[in-house]
C-alpha cells in the first residue's frame, strides 16, 4: 500500500520540477541569443496598422527583448520587424557562448557577422526603436551587423534604444549604437533586467510618454 501511495506523489514532484525548469529569463550577465526564426526581410515586417512614424527593429532568443518590442508595438500600433543572424546559432550553449565571443571579437576588429534582415529603406518613419538583449555588455551582434549595414538609412532619424539583460548595464551598448549611427539621433534608453522585467507593462507605455511617442488615430 505504502508504494502506491508513493506512485502519484512521484509523479506530482515530476511535474513541479519540470514546471521549474522553464524558461523565466536570461541567466545574469549571460547572452540571450536568436531565436530561429523568419528571416526578417522587409518582406516579413509586422504591422501593426495605425502608426506609420514608428518603426520596431528587435533582436531576442528567450524572449525577453521579444516581449518587449511588442509591448511597444501594442502601445503604438506601428511596425515591427525581428533582426535574424544569417546561420542560426547553435543550440549546445557552450558552443553558443564561443560563438557570442568570436563574434565580438570579430566586430572589434571591423568584421561583422552575415544577418538575413535587410531593409530597403526607413523614410516613412520618424523614430526607429531598437531592441536587442546585453551580450557580455554589448549590443547583441546581429543588431550591430544590422546597424553597421543600415547606417545611411538611418542617419537624422530619431533612434531610441531598448535592451534586456540579467544584469549588466546598458551604457555600453549605447555607445556601440552612437559608434555605428553617428549621424542619428538618439533619445532616452529603457533598459529592463530580470529584476525590472515583471513591471514592463507600466514601464514601457511610462517610458513612451516620456519620450513623447503616442498612437495616431
Known amino acids: 500500500m505504502r508504494k502506491l501511495l508513493l506512485i502519484p506523489w512521484m509523479l506530482l514532484t515530476m511535474l513541479a520540477v519540470a514546471s521549474a525548469c522553464g524558461e523565466t529569463g536570461p541567466v545574469p550577465d549571460e547572452p540571450e541569443l536568436i531565436r530561429p526564426g523568419d528571416n526578417?526581410?522587409?518582406?516579413?515586417?509586422?504591422?501593426?496598422g495605425v502608426n506609420s512614424r514608428c518603426m520596431v527593429l528587435y533582436c531576442s532568443r528567450s524572449g525577453n527583448t521579444e516581449r518587449m518590442a511588442r509591448t511597444i508595438q501594442s502601445v503604438l500600433g506601428c511596425d515591427m520587424t525581428a533582426v535574424e543572424p544569417e546561420t542560426p546559432y547553435e543550440e549546445d550553449y557552450n558552443a553558443m557562448l564561443d560563438r557570442a565571443r568570436a563574434e565580438l571579437d570579430a566586430i572589434a576588429r571591423g568584421d561583422?557577422?552575415?544577418?538575413?534582415?535587410?531593409?530597403?529603406?526607413?523614410?516613412?518613419?520618424?523614430?526607429?526603436?531598437?531592441?536587442?538583449p546585453i551580450w557580455f555588455g554589448h549590443m547583441a551582434t546581429p543588431m550591430q551587423a544590422f546597424l553597421h549595414n543600415h547606417a545611411?538609412?538611418?542617419?537624422?532619424?530619431?533612434?531610441?534604444?531598448?535592451?534586456?539583460?540579467?544584469?549588466?548595464?546598458?551604457?555600453?551598448?549605447?555607445?556601440?549604437?552612437?559608434?555605428?549611427?553617428?549621424?542619428?539621433?538618439?533619445?532616452?534608453?529603457?533598459?529592463?533586467?530580470?529584476?525590472?522585467?515583471?513591471?514592463?507593462?507600466?514601464?514601457?507605455?511610462?517610458?513612451?510618454?516620456?519620450?513623447?511617442?503616442?498612437?495616431?488615430?
Do not use: C, H, Q
Open 40 to 48: 526578417g526581410n522587409t518582406d516579413n515586417v509586422e504591422g501593426g
Open 112 to 132: 561583422y557577422p552575415a544577418i538575413a534582415t535587410s531593409v530597403e529603406d526607413f523614410d516613412d518613419y520618424d523614430i526607429v526603436f531598437i531592441g536587442y
Open 152 to 217: 545611411g538609412l538611418l542617419a537624422g532619424k530619431r533612434i531610441v534604444l531598448f535592451a534586456s539583460s540579467g544584469s549588466s548595464g546598458i551604457a555600453a551598448s549605447e555607445r556601440d549604437a552612437a559608434s555605428l549611427l553617428p549621424d542619428a539621433a538618439f533619445e532616452e534608453s529603457l533598459l529592463l533586467t530580470s529584476a525590472s522585467l515583471g513591471s514592463m507593462d507600466t514601464r514601457i507605455p511610462a517610458w513612451l510618454e516620456e519620450l513623447g511617442a503616442s498612437r495616431e488615430e
